[in-house]
């Protein structure tokens, strides 16, 4: 039997911004992850590389609040689209982070028709 190793285990918040990303390319109708700040009225398309821009973690004590800023894709039911993405990456911190996800927030930054 392995012996047990006391510690703690600490999972940096960029960590989680990353899952998160990952977790949300993964859903029906989202085009990809935007930057936070809109230019000129226009959302800013995030490569794989940059997902974690597209994520805010706020931690507080145990548990975190997320901040999502999407891209979904043109034609698609924008509140359902939405909702399983909160489902998705609630699931997904939850079961691979470890972390007590308290509110996750996804805010649509732009439409776009998928090529």
């Known amino acids: 039997m392995p012996e047990s190793i006391r510690g703690d285990i600490e999972i940096h918040d960029d960590v989680l ?5 990952f977790a949300a390319l993964e859903c029906y109708g989202i085009v990809g992850m935007a930057s936070p700040s809109l230019r000129d009225g226009v959302a800013q398309l995030l490569s794989r590389e940059k997902l974690r821009k597209g ?8 548990s975190v609040k997320v901040d999502l800023f999407v ?9 359902q689209v939405s909702q399983n993405l909160a ?18 927030d ?7 028709v998928r090529k």
């Not at 891209?71 to 509140?79: P, Q, R, S």
């Open 17 to 21: 911004a990353e899952v998160a990303g």
């Open 55 to 62: 994520v805010a973690i706020h931690s507080h004590g145990d």
């Open 71 to 79: 891209v979904i894709e043109h034609g698609t039911n924008l509140g």
């Open 87 to 104: 489902d998705r990456v609630r699931y997904v911190l939850q079961t691979v982070g470890g972390v007590v996800v308290d509110d996750i």
């Open 106 to 112: 996804v805010h649509v930054q732009g439409i776009k």
